[in-house]
């Protein structure tokens, strides 16, 4: 069965500490890994898609990779505007649903 | 343009009363996905429509749950004599048309069974 795996389930930061979220899965043929950004209250808001091992992809303070079996996503020099929930998700292998991890819950203290 | 939007933002109701969410995607997509998000889980995907095509049901929990979208646009989720284990947030997404294309969801719906 399809799975995805974050870790961990809640961070907590100083503001300018630096520190990496993971998300390891098990799919058949990968077609595409997505990071989301979930804030209280709201819907996923998309990040990043991946969709080979070796593939990278920046924006702002974030940085997320991608193996052939897990995804990282690095934040440098957080602030407390990043504090979310920080969702991956990757296509089911034969269908066109999306598996998602459960998600990590980061706290950027000010 | 105008994102996904989804409606109530909110409802409470009580045990065995039936409900129905409804989620308007953006333009010219023409998929649309339902998720499911209990308190501490992940999104739970509930059911799949793509065009024309007939829709992919095989995420619902129960006979209780159905939707429908009309005209390629407009979905509405309906359950059925709500239950306690049904309050969760339900949530919309579009996209393009295809799973490896972005999906872009909607505010979502809490919805409380008392």
């Known amino acids: 069965e399809d799975q995805v795996t974050q870790s961990p389930e809640a961070l907590r930061l100083q503001e300018g500490e630096s520190s990496s979220l993971n998300c390891s899965y098990t799919?058949?043929?990968?077609?595409?890994l997505f990071w989301y950004r979930q804030d209280p209250g709201k819907g996923p808001e998309f990040l990043f898609t991946?969709?080979?091992a070796g593939e990278e992809k920046e924006k702002e303070r974030l940085k997320a990779t991608l193996t052939k079996k897990e995804s990282f996503l690095h934040i440098t020099a957080p602030k407390p505007e990043d504090s979310a929930t920080y969702l991956c998700?990757?296509?089911?292998?034969?269908?066109?649903?999306?598996?998602f991890g459960k998600g990590t819950k980061l706290t950027v203290n000010p | 343009g105008a994102g996904v939007s989804q409606s109530p933002s909110n409802k409470v109701t009580e045990k065995g009363k039936d409900v129905e969410l409804r989620c308007d995607p953006i333009s010219g997509h023409t998929a649309l996905y339902w998720y499911r998000q209990s308190l501490g889980q992940g999104l739970e995907f509930l059911i799949y429509?793509?065009?024309?095509?007939?829709?992919?049901k095989s995420g619902l929990p129960s006979d209780r749950f159905s939707a429908e979208r009309t005209g390629g646009s407009v979905s509405t989720l309906t359950i059925q004599r709500t239950q306690q284990e049904d309050s969760a947030v339900y949530l919309c997404?579009?996209?393009?048309?295809?799973?490896?294309?972005?999906?872009?969801f909607g505010p979502g719906t809490r919805l409380t069974v008392l």
């Open positions: 997404a579009s996209n393009r048309g295809r799973v490896t294309d972005t999906q872009y």
């Open positions: 998700a990757v296509p089911q292998g034969g269908s066109e649903k999306l598996v």
């Open positions: 429509f793509q065009g024309n095509s007939a829709p992919d």
């Open positions: 799919v058949s043929g990968l077609r595409g």
């Open positions: 991946l969709y080979s």
